[in-house]
């Protein structure tokens, strides 16, 4: 099982972004799903993230800009980013808890990080 983790760029500000989470691999579902995001020279932070029950957070400098979903039919998430400003500009990361096998294991993984960059 991986998580691959795509849909980065460069965009200039008040531009769109959106990012997608993959599952590879036989899961049976995603449990929570998160993004963080890493910017030059700083720690990594939460941005969203969704429980299994939809339950939906997200950090204070992204709300009502950013929305988190995820398609579990697909086995997939994303980050759509709306209105970005250059303090967006960040390696962003997928985490999810999945489910999988027939004692429903349940293994937290990340996916390789996806290049944000928001011009002025």
């Known amino acids: 099982v991986q998580l691959q983790a795509s849909g980065g760029g460069l965009v200039q500000a008040g531009g769109s972004l959106r990012l997608f989470c993959v599952a590879s691999g036989s899961i049976l579902r995603f449990n929570t799903t998160s993004w963080y995001r890493q910017p030059p020279g700083k720690e990594r932070e939460l941005v969203a993230s969704i429980n299994f029950g939809g339950k939906i957070m997200y950090a204070d400098s992204v709300k009502g800009r950013f929305t988190i979903s995820r398609d579990d039919a697909k086995n997939t998430a994303s980050l759509q980013m709306n209105s970005l400003k250059p303090e967006d500009t960040a390696v962003y990361y997928c985490?999810?808890?999945?489910?999988?096998?027939?004692?429903?294991?349940?293994?937290?993984?990340w996916g390789q990080g996806t290049q944000v960059t928001v011009s002025s």
């Open positions: 985490n999810a808890y999945l489910v999988y096998g027939k004692g429903e294991n349940e293994l937290e993984y």
